[in-house]
């Protein structure tokens, strides 16, 4: 069993920062990708910024040179910190995992989601 914890969002203003925090906790072995995607109404769960055990990330191309995610692997979080927000920016902001854990029957991956927490940016 995995959880993940998210906090950070609200409201802000057009041109205003944020940043997102999630908290991983349980069996883990280690962490092979954590992300963060999001979703707006009407639209379909895209991912925003993605970190890999290498520590490479990746960014969807609407959000390149404005987010950036970090991690601390000894206290198993991820964050996205967000500049120069845009009304496009608003969304549900899910924290994601891609992880090993340990199983009856041995090694075992396991993805999990996040609750969700709101950004909203005003025009």
């Known amino acids: 069993q995995v959880q993940l914890v998210e906090s950070g969002g609200g409201l802000v203003q057009a041109g205003g920062s944020l940043r997102l925090s999630c908290a991983a906790s349980?069996?883990?072995?280690?962490?092979?990708?954590m992300g963060w995607y999001r979703q707006a109404p009407g639209k379909q769960r895209e991912l925003v910024a993605g970190?890999?055990?290498?520590?490479?990330?990746n960014y969807a191309d609407s959000v390149k040179g404005r987010f950036t995610i970090s991690r601390d692997n000894g206290k198993n979080t991820v964050s996205l910190q967000m500049i120069s927000l845009k009304p496009e920016d608003t969304a549900v902001y899910y924290c994601?995992?891609?992880?090993?854990?340990?199983?009856?029957?041995?090694?075992?991956?396991?993805?999990?989601w996040g609750q969700g927490t709101q950004v909203t940016v005003s025009s």
């Open positions: 349980g069996s883990i072995i280690s962490i092979n990708f």
């Open positions: 994601y995992s891609n992880v090993a854990i340990f199983t009856p029957s041995g090694q075992k991956t396991l993805a999990t």
């Open positions: 970190s890999t055990s290498g520590g490479s990330t």
